[in-house]
């Protein structure tokens, strides 16, 4: 099935935030809200001078209806679109969004949000536990808070996934599903609260779980468990189903292959779905209808799919300042909204860079491999096996022109590397081995930094707190038990520490390193920012003079005092718990950084954020601090830098981050192509099973050629060729013979390995 992006050229229309809808429906709507605002706390005269407790989406309104339309006489062709398929595109506010629909927050007044479809007899007889709001509306969520991230059962700790030790509680997938999740189960319910065994076994069919059935649902992957999750939301057969960020982390096959599902359950109505997606996401083209989420909680479009183009166009128009002499009536009323939203600063130019309604340049590139270097990653030949499965390293690689079996792998100083792969092709498994998260580290035949987990003859065995110290590592298991008490800075500092909440080892430099970072990331990171960001520095009194020494026969105006890291004073007060799923993934990304490690791990860490906010993380990745004049995959694709590097003016003569050097390694997983840099040059595919009976992928690994980048869309979908396919378009890559150059080592890889061109 084909996917395509929300900016859709339909019939021209627009209606304004508070959607009407000229339809009579069978049944009472399932939501209603009208007129409706939302607080986190009940509010009092006292919030907005203390400045807490905002409302969120002022004047809400929105109507779900429980069963198909009919039409009535002022109604267009209702046969023309039978169901309504709700998406909730926005940088931030979905989730928010998404918990009022489900009842969260309070509603003032009290009688604007109202559920009339669960108080009919129709829904009695189906199942009277329906009336229940918490039955009838499931809601799924990612954002990897502790043991959510994994359907609320994990391993105690970060390795207990990869080891065979197994304590009562670890679920298999199967006890998962059927509610078999206690040691002291009710009468009745030994075998589990799910007795539809026809249901149950066309969810595990359709979600592709029969293989993983026997397996404890902590071992499962990032997508293997995002899988487990909606099948379980599934079974307890909800009326809606809200699902936040259901494509995040997932491999393109099981995009096409979820989103299949998913229509297939709307158009059935079992259940119905409402998706919330960030702006950049592909929207499937099921979705009929869309809600736009602009700054400060304000919805700026509610509607029809097929309506929303004639909006987005006249909101490029509007935010470039274009002429509005050109504008009809209709564009005008459009215009002068956007207008006041962009003054109430609700619409802006990010929000239409993350909605991708800008377009973006492409400039010729040309980035050659960086070839030589000390090998930090050696492996000869790894596997990993639990009992008789092989979850990576089953495969036979050419070495030195002979088939030798395992992964035969190198990673040198100043190389950048992306390991693709479909979910469950054992991705995170090999950077477990290199942080020796996993226990079989320590046996495979592999070497970090030139010397092995366990002491050899002459030569010390590598300790995981050097290798800790060595390594900057962000990834979805780590965000899933990272602490939340902690404030942002001690979240950050803890790269200088042994452990998540231990005593983080710190000096002048780092404190200075820390700063700058968030400094660079105030915009995205601090609460207040819209209002601190523009206010004067503080002033220190005049008494504080008396501190210092006097400079004799200094001359002219005496130097005004200020608050030392003034503007970076929200990270000690504002808490890891507090921030958004974005937000927190940021915390993670720079804590990965900061410390400028030999190796930086970034696993899926750019997932869930907004592309402003993941363009400006790539740009600082490569670039550090520098706005201008140092170049970067973000400064190529986009010329105006207000898009994604908001609100950050820098020093260029105090930098403390300049990017990557070349005596640090890159290694990324993603399944997004515009999440990986360009100075990405080096690729390597894991092999995957076949998903809806399609062509498997086998093991391939090289270089990406020096005029080509993996954001291209055709460079991208050339990676995930199937043999038959890759074999025939693509060359081995030889660079010629070695010399005395720094270079020849990489040349003696070429000699070693079959590397393949990808471009």
């Known amino acids: 099935m084909m996917l395509r992006g929300p900016t859709l050229r339909t019939r021209r229309f627009f209606r304004p935030t508070s959607l009407s809808r000229a339809v009579s429906s069978l049944a009472p709507p399932l939501i209603r809200i009208q007129d409706g605002t939302f607080y986190q706390n009940y509010p009092t005269q006292d919030d907005a001078a203390n400045k807490q407790n905002p409302p969120l989406f002022p004047n809400l309104s929105f109507v779900l209806q429980s069963e198909q339309a009919a039409p009535t006489e002022t109604s267009e062709k209702i046969k023309d679109e039978p169901h309504q398929h709700w998406a909730v595109i926005g940088t931030k506010g979905r989730t928010e969004l998404l918990d009022i629909l489900r009842g969260q927050y309070i509603c003032v007044p009290p009688t604007a949000r109202s559920y009339p479809y669960l108080l009919t007899d129709k829904l009695a007889k189906k199942d009277p536990r329906l009336r229940f709001i918490g039955n009838a509306i499931q809601y799924i969520g990612f954002s990897g808070e502790g043991s959510e991230a994994t359907g609320g059962t994990r391993g105690a700790y970060l ?125 499937p083209d099921w979705i009929t209808h869309i809600v736009v989420l ?221 700063s700058a970072v968030l400094r660079f990331f105030k915009a995205e990171l601090d609460p207040n920012a819209a209002v601190t960001m523009n206010e004067q520095r503080p002033l220190l009194g005049a008494d504080i003079r008396k501190h210092f020494p006097k400079i004799a026969h200094a001359k002219g105006p005496k130097p005004a005092f200020y608050p030392l890291d003034y503007d970076v004073e929200y990270a000690d007060i504002t808490h890891f718990s507090a921030l958004s799923t974005a937000q927190q993934r940021l915390v993670l990304f720079i804590r990965a950084i900061v410390s400028k490690p030999d190796i930086v791990i970034l696993d899926e860490a750019f997932s869930g954020m907004s592309a402003s906010m993941r363009d400006k993380c790539i740009h600082f990745l490569e670039a550090g601090e520098f706005s201008r004049n140092r170049p970067s995959t973000v400064m190529r694709r986009s010329t105006n830098k207000e898009t994604w590097l908001k609100g950050f003016n820098p020093d260029e003569t105090a930098m403390r981050h300049t990017g990557l050097s070349d005596d640090q390694a890159l290694i990324m997983i993603s399944h997004n192509r515009e999440e990986i840099p360009d100075s990405v040059r080096f690729y390597m595919r894991l092999p995957s099973e076949d998903v809806d009976g399609s062509e498997p992928l086998d093991f391939r690994f090289g270089i990406v050629k020096y005029t080509s980048t993996l954001n291209d869309p055709e460079v991208w979908e050339k990676a995930w060729l199937p043999p038959s396919e890759f074999q025939s378009r693509f060359v081995k890559s030889w660079r010629g013979k070695p010399d005395e150059s720094p270079e020849a080592a990489a040349d003696e890889d070429d000699r070693i390995y079959e590397w393949y061109t990808l471009g």
């Open 294 to 514: 602009g700054n400060s909680n304000k919805i700026l479009f509610q509607g029809p799919r097929a309506e929303a183009q004639k909006v987005f166009d006249v909101w490029v128009h509007t935010v470039l300042g274009r002429d509005d002499s050109q504008l009809n009536e209709e564009q005008m009323v459009i215009c002068r909204n956007a207008k006041s939203a962009m003054e109430a600063g609700q619409l802006d130019r990010q929000l239409l860079w993350d909605l991708r309604l800008l377009s973006t340049r492409t400039r010729d590139v040309a980035l050659s491999a960086r070839k030589g270097g000390e090998p930090l990653i050696e492996m000869e030949g790894v596997r990993v096996k639990y009992g008789e499965k092989t979850v990576l390293g089953g495969w036979k690689q050419k070495v030195n022109n002979e088939e030798k079996e395992g992964l035969h792998w190198t990673v040198r100083r100043g190389q950048r590397w992306v390991i693709l792969g479909a979910n469950g092709s054992g991705k995170t498994t090999l950077l477990s081995l290199i942080t020796s998260d996993h226990p079989q580290a320590y046996a495979l035949p592999m070497k970090l930094f030139g010397r092995s987990r366990l002491p050899e003859a002459g030569s010390p065995g590598i300790s995981i707190f050097e290798l800790q110290s060595r390594i900057g590592h962000s990834s979805p298991e780590i965000h899933a038990f990272f602490p939340r008490q902690l404030t942002i800075r001690q979240a950050v500092e803890s790269a200088f520490a042994e452990t998540f909440l231990s005593k983080p080892k710190l000096n002048h430099d780092r404190d200075l390193d820390v």
């Open 159 to 283: 390795s207990a996934r990869y080891e065979s030790h197994r304590e009562e509680t670890d679920w298999t997938v199967l006890q998962y599903l059927k509610g078999q999740t206690s040691l002291n189960p009710l009468e009745g319910e030994e075998g589990g609260k799910i007795k539809n065994e026809e249901l149950l076994n066309q969810v595990i069919s359709d979600l592709r779980l029969g293989e993983l059935l026997d397996m404890p649902v902590a071992n499962l992957s990032n997508g293997q468990t995002r899988r487990a999750r909606v099948a379980k939301a599934l079974l307890r057969k909800p009326e809606l189903l809200l699902l936040d960020d259901p494509f995040m982390g997932l491999d393109p096959a099981t995009v096409r292959s979820i989103s299949g599902l998913f229509q297939r359950l709307a158009d059935k109505s079992e259940p119905r779905l409402i998706l919330a997606l960030r702006p950049q996401d592909t929207v």
